[in-house]
């Protein structure tokens, strides 16, 4: 039987999130079967600010009585996403939709507009990283995870950023047709199957520039000395401090003390040594400070979810494609 999927696009949207369910579903192909159709409310034309163009859709809300699952692409800007809230008819649709048991999924920042409809409330959700804040300032009785790729809480669904609308997609046809359906819909699209890990792989953490503080001048001395042995008395020691005074210090201006920060920033220089060089994972661990393959491989899953070679594989530009 066919599987009506309707996307829901609300004003200000975020291009890529609506195109990702009919791509991705279409590319499905037999036996899955979904009907992937696109709404607004009053079946009226809504505008992508971001890339300067309005789509017309075939349905209005009324797609939503039939829909058997029902997709939020995310929002950048509006109501929802700056006040937490939403107007009532899409309110009233999308919990009516989920009252009569269709699945309800947003990409992104549409999970702002399943918690202002009420839909999240008591149960684990997901959002892109940079808006998990705001977004658990909000909606303070969602469980937010900000760490994951998405969340699948049964007949509720939510995605992290961008992509991670097309994990949480093929998730479901694995889901509603197995794998091999899935892995073939991920062929076509020319996507993983299955990504490793979660959001903390593409969160940027650069390391502050803070030239004038006290320890700006011995975090500098042990970024360029990563590859040897540091200890808190050999930071100490070089910024002319008591262990105590340094640490204190250390904290006060980076917020975290001396060892996270050091295993943080041996973390990111391996990060660096498997994305840009051709060293192995032996070599990255020696280079970065960790000194055998399993603490590299410790640090990097305790920090992103992932091995060293999986992350390598993820980031890595090929030299055939340069």
Same mark, same amino acid.
């Given at each position: 039987?066919?599987?009506?999927?309707?996307?829901?696009?609300?004003?200000?949207?975020?291009?890529?999130?609506?195109? =990702?369910?009919?791509?991705?579903?279409? %590319?499905?192909?037999?036996?899955?079967?979904?009907?992937?159709?696109?709404?607004?409310?009053?079946?009226?034309?809504?505008?992508?600010?971001?890339?300067?163009?309005?789509?017309?859709?075939?349905? !209005?809300?009324?797609?939503?009585?039939?829909?058997?699952?029902?997709?939020?692409? +995310?929002?950048?800007? +509006?109501?929802?996403?700056?006040?937490?809230?939403?107007?009532?008819?899409?309110?009233? %649709? /999308?919990?009516?939709?989920?009252?009569?048991?269709?699945?309800?999924?947003?990409?992104? &920042?549409?999970?702002?507009?399943?918690?202002?409809? +009420?839909? /999240?409330? +008591?149960?684990?959700?997901?959002?892109?990283?940079?808006?998990?804040?705001?977004?658990?300032?909000?909606?303070?009785?969602?469980?937010?995870?900000?760490?994951?790729?998405?969340?699948?809480?049964?007949? =509720?669904?939510?995605?992290?950023?961008?992509?991670?609308? =097309?994990?949480?997609?093929?998730?479901? =046809?694995?889901?509603?047709?197995? %794998?091999?359906?899935?892995?073939?819909?991920?062929?076509?699209?020319?996507?993983?199957?299955?990504?490793?890990?979660?959001?903390?792989?593409?969160?940027?953490?650069?390391?502050?520039?803070?030239? !004038?503080?006290?320890?700006?001048?011995?975090?500098?001395?042990?970024?360029?000395?990563?590859?040897?042995?540091?200890?808190?008395?050999?930071?100490?020691?070089?910024?002319?401090?008591?262990?105590? &005074?340094?640490?204190?210090?250390?904290?006060?201006?980076?917020? /975290?003390?001396?060892?996270?920060?050091?295993?943080?920033?041996?973390?990111?220089?391996?990060?660096?040594?498997?994305?840009?060089?051709?060293?192995?994972? !032996?070599?990255?661990?020696?280079?970065?400070?960790?000194?055998?393959?399993?603490?590299?491989?410790?640090?990097?899953?305790?920090?992103?979810?992932?091995?060293? /070679?999986?992350?390598?594989?993820?980031?890595? &530009?090929?030299?055939?494609?340069?």
């Amino acid at each position: 039987m066919t599987h009506l999927v309707a996307v829901l696009v609300l004003d200000d949207f975020a291009s890529l999130d609506a195109g =990702i369910p009919g791509q991705v579903f279409w %590319a499905a192909e037999a036996p899955a079967d979904y009907d992937v159709q696109t709404c607004t409310p009053g079946g009226r034309a809504v505008r992508c600010e971001a890339a300067g163009f309005s789509i017309v859709p075939d349905h !209005d809300l009324s797609l939503l009585e039939r829909a058997d699952t029902v997709v939020v692409p +995310g929002v950048h800007g +509006g109501p929802p996403y700056a006040e937490g809230t939403v107007e009532t008819a899409v309110s009233e %649709a /999308l919990r009516a939709a989920h009252a009569r048991g269709a699945r309800i999924m947003s990409i992104c &920042t549409g999970a702002f507009v399943l918690a202002a409809a +009420g839909l /999240l409330d +008591g149960r684990q959700a997901t959002t892109h990283w940079r808006n998990t804040a705001h977004f658990a300032s909000l909606f303070p009785t969602v469980d937010l995870d900000p760490d994951v790729l998405f969340v699948d809480d049964g007949d =509720i669904l939510t995605s992290a950023g961008v992509a991670a609308g =097309i994990d949480l997609c093929l998730h479901v =046809i694995r889901s509603d047709h197995g %794998a091999e359906v899935a892995n073939r819909a991920a062929r076509r699209c020319v996507a993983p199957p299955f990504r490793e890990g979660g959001q903390a792989q593409f969160i940027e953490r650069p390391v502050p520039a803070a030239p !004038d503080t006290t320890t700006a001048a011995t975090r500098a001395w042990a970024l360029a000395r990563l590859h040897t042995a540091l200890t808190l008395d050999d930071l100490a020691a070089h910024a002319a401090m008591s262990t105590r &005074t340094f640490t204190r210090r250390f904290r006060e201006e980076t917020g /975290l003390s001396p060892s996270r920060w050091l295993a943080r920033q041996r973390v990111e220089h391996a990060r660096h040594l498997l994305e840009s060089t051709d060293l192995s994972v !032996d070599e990255v661990a020696r280079a970065s400070g960790f000194n055998t393959p399993v603490s590299l491989r410790q640090h990097l899953h305790a920090a992103l979810g992932v091995a060293p /070679l999986a992350y390598r594989h993820a980031f890595r &530009t090929p030299k055939a494609l340069l």
